[in-house]
């Protein structure tokens, strides 16, 4: 009884430790106006026939706020890495001076950096809907023990411990929420 009681919290925790990263990973992608390496991480370059990443043909470097380098390690691939940077869709526009691709970050205007907070908050409110699940699941798991024969108090304290895990990784989201959207306001 005791394994199937410390399994189904390690469940909820990890399962909200899985949550808190999604959430940071979808983070990352939403930029807030300054250059940053993470925002190429989606781009997918047609190498020799295969789709491979960016960071595995060029180093990615940040000039200044506002402006990031990929350098290739092979120049005859420059066309193909400014070609996955376009088919990727990130909204940078690839200028290839024949050493390497240069990519100026635009600056975000007032209505863009509104609807970026709106995608935050989405972002963090799917985070939260996926920790209240793995609550509900661990709560479902106690009242399955409980018909197994787990006493009722140490269920209610079980259940108490739960939420403190809840509650901890949807302030986590909050706090990543609002980190992420004070980078996108200012300017």
Same mark, same amino acid.
């Given at each position: 009884? %005791?394994?199937e009681?410390q399994? #189904?919290?390690?469940?909820?925790?990890?399962?909200?430790d899985?949550s808190i990263s999604?959430l940071?990973?979808?983070? =990352?992608?939403? $930029?807030?106006?300054?250059a940053s +390496?993470?925002?190429l991480?989606s781009v997918?370059? =047609?190498y020799?026939?295969?789709? &491979?990443?960016?960071?595995?043909?060029a180093?990615?470097?940040?000039?200044?706020?506002?402006?990031?380098?990929?350098q290739?390690?092979?120049r005859?691939?420059?066309?193909?890495?400014?070609?996955?940077?376009?088919? !990727?869709?990130?909204? #940078?526009?690839?200028?290839?001076n024949g050493?390497?691709?240069? #990519?100026?970050? +635009?600056?975000?205007t %007032? =209505?863009? $950096?509104k609807?970026?907070?709106?995608k935050?908050?989405?972002e963090?409110?799917?985070?939260k809907?996926?920790?209240?699940?793995? $609550?509900? @699941?661990?709560n479902?798991?106690?009242?399955k023990?409980?018909?197994?024969?787990? +006493? =009722?108090?140490?269920?209610k304290?079980?259940e108490?411990?739960i939420?403190?895990?809840?509650d901890? !990784?949807?302030?986590k989201? @909050?706090?990543l929420?609002a980190?992420k959207? &004070?980078?996108?306001?200012?300017?």
């Amino acid at each position: 009884m %005791e394994e199937e009681i410390q399994k #189904l919290l390690n469940d909820a925790q990890a399962g909200n430790d899985k949550s808190i990263s999604h959430l940071m990973a979808e983070l =990352e992608k939403i $930029r807030a106006g300054k250059a940053s +390496p993470s925002m190429l991480d989606s781009v997918m370059v =047609e190498y020799y026939g295969a789709m &491979t990443p960016i960071h595995q043909l060029a180093n990615i470097n940040i000039m200044d706020a506002r402006t990031i380098t990929v350098q290739a390690w092979e120049r005859g691939i420059l066309d193909a890495i400014a070609t996955g940077i376009i088919n !990727a869709n990130i909204g #940078l526009n690839p200028q290839n001076n024949g050493e390497m691709i240069i #990519l100026n970050v +635009p600056a975000l205007t %007032e =209505e863009r $950096r509104k609807d970026l907070v709106k995608k935050v908050k989405a972002e963090a409110e799917h985070a939260k809907v996926s920790i209240r699940n793995n $609550r509900k @699941d661990a709560n479902d798991g106690l009242k399955k023990l409980k018909g197994d024969g787990l +006493p =009722e108090d140490r269920v209610k304290d079980l259940e108490s411990k739960i939420q403190t895990f809840t509650d901890a !990784a949807v302030k986590k989201c @909050d706090e990543l929420a609002a980190k992420k959207e &004070t980078d996108i306001m200012i300017i």
